[in-house]
């Protein structure tokens, strides 16, 4: 199913491969040249870093975070400031069993430094670019052990780290609010490459903490225990243990019931049903694809375009590999089997995918090189159409993924929200539009505004954030019932304006003692 990579043979084939001679006439120049040319990627990587920690600061600036933001910024916020179980008001449930995203609570020590909420972004900018660094180091390892020589694998990283950085991948996952996957891809990476490397007990470190962001994250995990696997009797053990594990992990969260967020009833069409939830949900859903395997089949292949082209900027032919095979093929078809269409689409929920991909890729070209006489002539010919391909792809949707997530929300409309956010005090409730509820969402309490809705009173001053405009983007969205609400608040619940300016409207609302919930309601 895959090539071999290097530990499938590793015992046999390191010691051939260490009993050439050096490429390189310089007795000491090769080791040198090697660590230069890690250098040179940690400071492409740490100043693609930096780049991505000012587009998030703009787009923070700009207000364009949502409800998935609202969700960690709540929990992050509240658990930093020493509320040790969060109750999530956006999504309705306590914050731990949104997911049983333990990692949570150690990002929150960054709180205590840092209150601000941007740090999120950043902490998600470091993710994507640890996760290119460490893949980076991984195939500059493989290169040195197949020894490689110098000046051709110096072209192989500098195409390698191009394509990172041109990847429109990487920009889709940081204007979507923020979310787990891009964490556990660090980690999942980091587990790979020791394991890869034979550091098997640094490896369960990272295996561990993967598992703490979550249970998509535990599938990950799954997909890199397979690749283990296929790699060779060195990693086999391991990834056996490493499978057992997640899986093992994801019992328990779902005993625990710490799973409300993961959305198991998406997939509930495969078996024929409307919703699934708990163990009893897991048993009737495997049972059913075990009876009806062409409905897996079916819907797999009305996504496989989908896969294509989630997969194409970083080539196609490293799913081919073991090490690149794993984990994309067990994230995709996971997102691809979602009654939800917009997983398999959406850059964050398949960061994973991306990394071992482009490791994958490596692989296969080079094993294809050193493999078969005048190997080389085909791997550079795929080698050219696959960079041709990434960078063509990438270069031309990349800008364009920097500029949509500081350009949803106009300079004048983000001067507003500046405003309410300064009017707004502390301890009010917020009630606001979806799309830029975000920030607003470092409180005890914040809901998103939906037509017709039932909404708890908490506080003694309710405050209500109604950007019309914004909900043009979202297709089961009515900016007419935000306008219908804005009346709603302002005369009905004779409600004081705050801002009204620039497409956005605030208003507070100091509601009558005893008063437990109001109804909005948005069109006559």
């Known amino acids: 199913m895959t090539v071999a990579d290097d530990t499938a043979v590793s015992a046999r084939q390191d010691a051939t491969v260490d009993s050439l001679p050096s490429t390189d006439g310089d007795p000491g120049g090769p080791e040198r040249r090697w660590k230069w040319l890690r250098l040179a990627g940690a400071v492409v990587m740490g100043l693609w870093c930096i780049g991505l920690v000012v587009y998030s600061t703009t787009m923070y600036h700009h207000d364009f975070l949502g409800e998935?933001?609202?969700t960690y910024n709540q929990a992050w916020t509240l658990i930093g400031q020493g509320h040790l179980n969060p109750y999530d008001t956006i999504y309705h449930f306590p914050f731990i069993k949104s997911d049983f995203e333990l990692i949570i609570w150690p990002l929150a020590l960054v709180h205590l430094v840092y209150p601000g909420s941007v740090a999120l972004l950043w902490i998600q900018d470091l993710a994507v670019a640890g996760s290119g660094f460490v893949v980076f180091l991984w195939i500059v390892d493989y290169l040195e052990r197949r020894r490689v020589p110098w000046w051709p694998a110096a072209g192989v990283v500098s195409v390698v780290l191009a394509v990172l950085v041109a990847s429109p991948g990487?920009?889709?996952?940081?204007?979507?609010?923020?979310?787990?996957e891009p964490i556990s891809t660090v980690f999942v990476l980091l587990a790979g490459r020791d394991l890869w490397s034979g550091r098997h007990r640094r490896a369960w470190i990272w295996v561990m903490l993967?598992?703490?962001?979550?249970?998509?994250?535990?599938i990950t995990v799954v997909g890199l225990g397979i690749s283990a696997l296929l790699a060779g009797r060195e990693t086999r053990r391991q990834g056996a243990l490493v499978v057992a594990a997640a899986i093992g992990w994801l019992a328990l969260v779902s005993v625990l019931g710490a799973s409300a967020g993961s959305g198991i009833t998406t997939?509930?069409?495969l078996v024929g049903r409307r919703t699934l939830s708990g163990p009893t949900g897991i048993a009737i859903l495997l049972s059913g694809l075990l009876l009806?395997?062409?409905?897996?089949?079916?819907?797999?292949?009305?996504?496989?375009?989908?896969m294509y082209v989630l997969v194409k900027q970083v080539g196609v032919v490293g799913l081919a590999s073991a090490w690149g095979f794993g984990v994309p093929v067990v994230v995709m078809v996971t997102n691809a089997l979602s009654g939800n269409t917009a997983l398999?689409?959406?850059?964050?929920?398949?960061?994973?995918?991306?990394?071992?991909?482009?490791?994958?890729?490596v692989m296969v070209l080079v094993w294809t090189a050193q493999r078969f006489l005048y190997g080389w002539i085909p791997a550079i010919a795929v080698a050219l159409v696959v960079t041709v391909q990434a960078l063509s792809y990438g270069v031309g949707l990349a800008p364009a993924n920097v500029r949509f997530g500081i350009s949803q929300i106009g300079e004048a409309q983000a001067t507003q929200i500046r405003r309410v956010l300064a009017l707004t005090p502390a301890d009010a409730e917020v009630i606001s539009t979806i799309r830029i509820m975000g920030r607003f969402c470092s409180r005890p309490h914040c809901y998103w505004f939906y037509s017709n809705g039932s909404f708890p009173v908490q506080s003694r001053?309710?405050?209500?954030?109604?950007?019309?405009s914004a909900e043009n983007q979202i297709p089961e969205a009515d900016a007419a019932d935000d306008i219908g609400a804005i009346v709603f608040v302002r005369d009905r619940l004779h409600a004081h304006t705050l801002v009204d300016a620039d497409g956005i409207t605030a208003l507070v609302w100091r509601p009558p003692a005893g008063t437990t919930s109001v109804d909005l309601a948005t069109r006559p």
Request: net charge negative; with cysteine; proline share 4%.
């Open 344 to 361: 398999i689409n959406q850059a964050f929920q398949n960061a994973a995918s991306y990394p071992f991909v482009l490791l994958g890729t």
């Open 267 to 269: 997939y509930a069409h």
């Open 68 to 70: 998935d933001f609202a």
């Open 210 to 218: 993967a598992l703490a962001c979550g249970t998509f994250a535990a």
């Open 170 to 180: 990487a920009y889709q996952i940081l204007f979507f609010d923020f979310h787990m």
């Open 292 to 306: 009806h395997p062409t409905r897996v089949i079916d819907q797999l292949h009305e996504r496989l375009t989908s």
């Open 461 to 468: 001053e309710v405050v209500f954030v109604f950007d019309p």
